[in-house]
Structures are given as structure tokens and as C-alpha cells.
């Protein structure tokens, strides 16, 4: 079971940071992936990392993201998080946290076994 929290409203050019709380599973065999929605949109790649003992944990950002936000995971606290800076009225979504049993963190939808209820950010302008 995933548990997807931390989003909210911020003011643009502010932070939030989401966190994945999963149960039930082996976390530090997984990899682990956020997604995001907005209205009227298909659903899109945010970020992945990999498990943990993998050659690299290199995360992978989605194009639109990269270099404002970072990926996360904490093994001991079966944890995944995703840091959000310089948040832009076009990053509001529904924000999915999934765990790819696989342990790749790959940015397709197939690679997902398991995925979160979503969490709300809204970004005003």
C-alpha cells in the first residue's frame, strides 16, 4: 500500500516537499516513481529512482522538471519523497507517488505495480 502526502496550495517560486509512504512490501527492493496529472491532461512523468544497491540511484526527471525538482528514498523509514523548488502555476497537478516491484524506477506506466491515491499541489500564480 503506497500513501501519497504532502501536497497543498503555494504561492509560485515556493516549495513543497511530497512524501510516499509505502507498507506491506519489500520498500528497499523497489523503485520508486512519482507522476503527476492536471486537469484535462494525461497523466506524466515526473521522476523515478531506482532500488536501493542498485549500480546507480541515479534518479531520472521528466523534462519539465529537471533541476527543480529531486527524488528521494529512505529505506529505514520506507519512505520515497520528492522535493519541489521554484514551483511554476503549470506544475499543478495530482501528483501520483509507484512502486515498480522490478526496482527500476523506469518513467513508463507499465513498469508500476503499485501506485498511490494522488496528492493535490495547486500553484498560484
Known amino acids: 500500500q503506497l500513501q501519497a502526502s504532502g501536497g497543498g496550495l503555494v504561492q509560485a517560486g515556493g516549495s513543497l516537499r511530497l512524501s510516499c509512504a509505502v507498507s506491506g512490501g519489500t520498500f528497499n527492493s523497489y523503485g520508486m516513481g512519482w507522476f503527476r496529472q492536471a486537469p484535462g491532461k494525461e497523466r506524466e512523468f515526473v521522476s523515478g529512482i531506482r532500488r536501493s544497491g542498485s549500480d546507480t540511484l541515479r534518479p531520472i526527471y521528466g523534462d519539465s522538471v529537471e533541476g527543480r525538482f529531486t527524488i528521494s528514498r529512505d529505506d529505514a523509514k520506507n519512505t520515497a519523497y520528492l522535493q519541489m523548488n521554484d514551483l511554476e502555476p503549470e506544475d499543478t497537478a495530482v501528483y501520483f507517488c509507484?512502486?515498480?516491484?522490478?526496482?527500476?524506477?523506469?518513467?513508463?506506466?507499465?513498469?508500476?505495480?503499485?501506485w498511490g491515491q494522488g496528492t493535490l499541489v495547486t500553484v498560484s500564480s
Open positions: 509507484a512502486a515498480d516491484p522490478r526496482g527500476y524506477g523506469r518513467p513508463w506506466f507499465s513498469s508500476y505495480a503499485f
